[in-house]
T-cell receptor, first 114, second 112 residues
């Protein structure tokens, strides 16, 4: 049971390039989330999904797009990377409302935009 | 002002010491999560609380809803407990699933 898997783990991008981060979970969870973690700040929600085919904006959605075509996968896209998007990205999932269940995180994806 | 505040920001302890990390919040919540993040690594859920107290091994988490405060205690601390401990609250408004608010974390270092 792999839990939540993120790929890639490390990536260096040039400004203006695009890329996609993949999050996969094997726990049949309905809810999936993408967060970014920056020094001196708490984790901030980028986008989330409450089920296959649904997505919603979080606190810091600008510059990112997401898709949830399959229940087990949640993709985070950077359309035109900017240095401000240099961060550590975490995917998470839970099988019900956050107030009733454990949240599972991936190992993180370190992204540097130069 | 941040909606979730943790104290202390940094904590150094000697092996064997009893450790307390505090979390205060200013919003109505339906639950609170304590998370652990090891250096360079992923984030692991330790506890999810909506009331009272939970214990798992050497870790104890308590919450006082009226005082809007939670504590994470580590008994008989060990160097492997060195990590960042993060408090996160689930705001109790509406039906949004995106309403998890994180503290900035407490960095714990336990010396042998």
């Amino acid at each position: 049971n792999a839990g939540v898997t993120q790929t890639p783990k490390f990536r260096v991008l040039k400004t203006g390039q695009s890329m996609t981060l993949l999050c996969a979970q094997d726990m049949n969870h309905e809810y999936m989330y993408w967060y970014r973690q920056d020094p001196g700040m708490g984790l901030r929600l980028i986008h989330y999904s409450v089920g296959e085919g649904t997505t919603a904006k979080g606190e810091v959605p600008d510059g990112y797009n997401v898709s949830r075509l399959k229940k087990q996968n949640f993709l985070l896209g950077l359309e035109s990377a900017a240095p401000s998007q240099t961060s550590v990205y975490f995917c998470a999932s839970t099988d019900d409302r956050l107030s009733g269940n454990t949240i599972y995180f991936g190992e993180g994806s370190w992204l540097t935009v130069v | 002002k941040n909606e979730v505040e943790q104290s202390p920001q940094n904590l150094t302890a000697q092996e064997g010491e009893f450790i307390t990390i505090n979390c205060s919040y200013s919003v109505g919540i339906s639950a609170l999560h304590w998370l652990q993040q090891h250096p360079g690594g992923g984030i692991v859920s330790l506890f999810m609380l909506s009331s009272g107290k939970k214990k798992h091994g050497r870790l104890i988490a308590t919450i006082n809803i009226q005082e809007k405060h939670s504590s994470l205690h580590i008994t008989a601390s060990h160097p492997r407990d060195s990590a960042v401990y993060i408090c996160a609250v689930v705001k109790s408004y509406g039906g949004s699933q995106g309403n998890l608010i994180f503290g900035k974390g407490t960095k714990l270092s336990v010396k042998p």
